[in-house]
């Protein structure tokens, strides 16, 4: 919201009487909260890993959490699920959400490396066909929910299956190879950049552009009115001549490509086409999605928000491994914290909309 | 045509099924008028002003607006003609701002439009505005989402929506449900402020008291069918019109 330049003293209702200072507009803002856990996510984990690394000597050898390959490391797969949770931040804000981005993120990589693989199209064109195919695939999710009325948890857990199902077919359940990845498709998706010591990859910046892009759709644009209008109240959206439908089918088309378009990023830096790959990560995005104060039940979203539950997540991963905690135990802290921002976020939410 | 008369409905049939929720009912709004629309439950005021507001099609009959036959297979229709309606939740977004839901679907936008970007500061200036129109006098800002605002102050935003965009017509179903005793007055003051500006007003209140202080006319419907079209609340109790509703006194027409 753009400031305004109204006196303080607006009495609006019995809620929110008392006039709002900077800093408790600050601390209401959705974004709030996940900034400061990520902060103390980043101070515990520094903190424990260059304690491990002094007082263990076997372990001197481990890097700490702040090193640069660490960080190296860390900024390699956070674009490429943080990209499917943009897509999913808008396609929630509208109300709907999509578990098939882990099924299209195995798959869409599996139709690109099958096409280059048989030789029948470059991996450039065989990189736009399965683009083209997620398309499909979002169109599809769209249609289904908005025209037939089906609940978009169901037709989207169907896609789940089709989709995983045939990458599985295609593939015999086999990976496909993949070592002829070298070539300006990679440079351009995930090239290698250095600072000094510190290398990412042009992914990175792939996602930080589209951070700024969608958070403008989101905040500044109509689409973005519209998208937050056909989550909070479809039936007056639709009434108001919003084109709820169109919106929303073109968001699960976005999903959809965003998903396909993380798995092909992955598989080249990775230089592996699993058919089996993203498995299970339409939870970790929805998590991260919530994580960062966008609702599940539609009507309010932030791509920030976003950004920051995804770093939370990643960094979670990561640096439970690094302070030494089993890899096994994650799922405990994850689990956690989805509870626990879900708490702050439902008594933000009952605090500053008393009444409704 | 009459040129003082608004909107025409004439013969408007309506099955749900094999139930006839209309029959054969005309109804007519002329030009800076507030109509009251009563019935007992059931009557069939809703049915007929879904019809007007684009939300059900009638099964025969014409609906005539500003002296041209028309025809509403929408809500989009109705609003484009100049027909607004407020229902009793008010079809806000309550997670948008103010500015925002006052806009909605006709947000201005700055160039180059291909940017998509909304000319926020146009929203906000004009919702400020108009929030002083329909009689808000405290100083809301057009940012605070819907969700924090009262009863009253939600139904003054979708009025002032109605007005802002110039819709001749505004219905009004059920506006004062649920609301206080203040509220209630400020909801009546806007209605009478629409008719000064210019406006029209179908107003339907189960509360016959409400309709009373603020509508020039009653048209009464029983069982679809239309009982009563010129009452006027000025030369009639309202014990006599409950009775109209009830089926206890038939009026001559």
């Known amino acids: 919201m753009s400031p305004t330049s109204l006196p303080e003293a607006i009495a609006v209702s019995p809620a929110t009487r008392s006039s709002p200072s900077a800093i408790q507009r600050l601390v209401s803002r959705p974004e709030f909260g996940p900034f400061v856990l990520l902060i103390i996510e980043i101070l515990v984990f520094s903190f424990l890993s260059s304690r491990h690394s002094v007082s263990e000597a076997f372990l001197t050898s481990f890097p700490s959490f702040l090193s640069t390959s660490n960080l190296s490391n860390l900024l390699d797969f956070t674009p490429e699920l943080g990209m499917i949770a943009l897509g999913m931040t808008l396609l929630m804000t509208a109300g709907e959400f999509d578990l098939s981005v882990g099924s299209v993120f195995g798959f869409a990589p599996i139709l690109m490396w099958t096409f280059a693989n048989t030789g029948a199209t470059s991996l450039e064109v065989g990189f736009l066909i399965a683009m083209g195919v997620a398309v499909l695939i979002g169109f599809v999710n769209g249609v289904m929910v908005t025209k037939l009325k089906i609940p978009s948890f169901l037709v989207t857990l169907g896609m789940l299956l089709v989709v995983r199902g045939s990458a599985l077919y295609i593939t015999d359940g086999f990976p496909q190879r993949t070592w002829s990845a070298a070539g300006p498709l990679k440079d351009i998706l995930v090239g290698d950049i250095f600072i000094g010591d510190l290398r990412f990859r042009t992914s990175l910046l792939w996602f930080i552009a589209f951070v700024a892009i969608l958070s403008y759709v989101l905040t500044q644009s109509r689409l973005g009115n519209w998208i937050q209008a056909a989550g909070g109240n479809p039936g007056s959206a639709r009434a108001r001549g919003v084109r709820v439908a169109r919106t929303k089918i073109a968001l699960f088309i976005l999903s959809a490509v965003m998903a396909a378009y993380a798995g092909v990023t992955s598989s080249i830096r990775v230089s592996a086409a699993n058919p089996n790959s993203g498995t299970g990560y339409e939870l970790e995005v929805i998590a991260m999605v919530v994580i960062g104060g966008t609702a599940l039940t539609g009507g309010r979203g932030t791509i920030i928000g976003t950004l920051l539950g995804v770093l939370i997540l990643r960094m979670m991963r990561n640096g439970i491994v690094i302070v030494g905690v089993p890899g096994l135990a994650y799922n405990i802290f994850i689990g956690a914290i989805i509870l626990g921002m879900m708490a702050l976020h439902s008594w933000l939410e009952r605090r500053h909309h008393a009444g409704t | ?253």
């Open chain 2, 1 to 253: 045509m009459n040129d003082g008369e608004l909107v025409r409905m004439e013969h408007i049939n309506k099955f749900f099924g094999r139930v006839q929720a209309l029959s054969d009912v005309s109804f007519t709004v002329r030009r800076n008028e507030i109509v009251g629309l009563l019935g007992d439950n059931g009557a069939g005021k809703s049915t007929l002003i879904k019809i007007l507001s684009g939300a059900l099609t009638a099964d025969s009959g014409e609906i005539y607006f500003k002296g041209q036959k028309v025809h509403i297979a929408d809500t989009m229709d109705a609003i484009k003609l100049g027909i607004e309606t407020i229902y009793q939740d008010s079809a806000l977004v309550t997670q948008l701002s103010i500015a925002r839901n006052l806009f909605l679907g006709r947000e201005p936008r700055k160039k180059p439009y291909f940017l998509d970007r909304m000319d926020q500061e146009a929203m906000n200036d004009a919702a400020r505005v108009l929030l002083k129109q329909v009689g808000i006098t405290k100083d809301i800002p057009p940012t605070t989402p819907i969700s924090a605002l009262s009863g009253g102050e939600r139904q003054a935003v979708a009025i002032a929506r109605a007005m802002h965009f110039d819709s001749d017509l505004i219905i009004l179903d059920e506006p004062t449900n649920n609301l206080g005793v203040e509220e209630t007055h400020g909801v009546l003051r806007f209605v009478r402020n629409a008719r000064d500006s210019g406006h029209s007003c179908i107003f339907i209140a189960h509360n016959i008291y409400h309709v009373f202080q603020v509508v020039d006319r009653i048209v009464v419907l029983r069982r679809g069918k239309k009982v009563a079209d010129d009452i006027d609340p000025k030369k009639t109790t309202i014990e006599q019109v409950e009775q109209v509703i009830t089926g206890l006194v038939e009026l001559p027409q």
